[in-house]
């Protein structure tokens, strides 16, 4: 009966069977398939460390090498990417994780956050999977910026930073709260704030991850929209001091660049119709 109360037993039993499949390819595959299915990664596989660092999983290291075991986890990875199951991503990033590929933890990470104006159920999980992951292993010294500096993919990190940022932009946009909005797209400097910029940022841009780009002409939109409601907002106080009066011109000026930006870019037509619009009823 103990193997069927404890399911960690469960799975070293299951382990220890499948050892004994003669074709190495095939037993990696079937015990991929184990850690997918059982989700046991915890007493096959071990853990991590605060430093990003895979201790314990005595179970696989027994009879794989760490080359050997690190591809057998990507591979339970992959079968688990496959289900859209919130749970099965998490164990699925997770095996990333103990197999060193913190890249690819950072490619799910980011996939899972786009669109960023489309915020789904599952977003908020996603988000704080991502600030929790930037807590423990990137705002310090550790294993894992080591191993992503090495293979040339720090990168990541600054995308992964930027999507955190676009969703919390296009919260605060669904939620009217515009300021705070505009000042997001400010600390993100990756729109022009003079036309001195106008180049250096195109040149930025250029450089983007892709998940970046495609989320682009919709962020660009989504800042040209809480430009009009501030100004809009700021009209309607109906006051006309000096303050108010440099407070419209200003978000004008912003509004006009923006849409010189989008020009050098070249958004599609319908995105430039509506950036059009919208900084012709900032009067």
Excluded at 84 to 102: F, S, V
Excluded at 105 to 125: A, D, G, I, Y
Excluded at 226 to 246: C, F, I, N, Y
Aim: aromatic share 8%; with cysteine; hydrophobic share 40%.
């Amino acid at each position: 009966g103990r193997l069927l109360t404890e399911p960690s037993a469960g799975s070293l039993a299951a382990l220890e069977y499948l050892a004994l499949i003669p074709k190495r390819g095939r037993m990696r595959k079937e015990v991929a398939s184990l850690i997918a299915t059982t989700g046991d990664y915890e007493q096959l596989a071990g853990r991590i460390d605060e430093n990003g660092v895979r201790f314990g999983g005595e179970a696989l290291d027994q009879k794989f090498s760490g080359e050997e075991l690190s591809a057998i986890l990507c591979e339970a990875a992959e079968m688990l990417l496959r289900e859209n199951d919130i749970q099965k991503l998490g164990t699925g990033a997770m095996c990333y994780m103990l197999a060193g590929r913190y890249d690819s933890v950072l490619r799910l990470l980011n996939e899972m956050m786009f669109p960023p104006n489309e915020l789904s159920q599952t977003r908020q999980f996603w988000i704080e999977q991502t600030n929790a992951f930037h807590h423990h292993y990137l705002n310090k010294r550790t294993r894992v910026i080591d191993v992503l500096e090495r293979d040339g993919k720090l990168s990541l990190i600054q995308t992964s930073r930027y999507m955190v940022e676009l969703n919390s932009f296009f919260q605060y946009l669904n939620a009217g709260k515009f300021s705070d909005a505009e000042m997001i797209a400010d600390r993100m400097q990756l729109l022009p704030s003079n036309r001195n910029e106008l180049a250096a940022k195109q040149d930025k841009f250029r450089s983007l991850d892709d998940c970046i780009k495609r989320s682009f002409s919709v962020f660009v939109v989504g800042v040209m929209r809480s430009l009009h409601h501030l100004h809009a907002q700021t009209k309607a106080g109906g006051s006309r001091d000096e303050v108010t009066v440099q407070r419209l011109g200003k978000l004008q000026e912003k509004a006009r660049l923006l849409l010189s930006f989008a020009g050098m870019l070249g958004v599609a037509s319908d995105e430039s119709d509506t950036l059009s619009q919208l900084e012709a009823m900032m009067i």
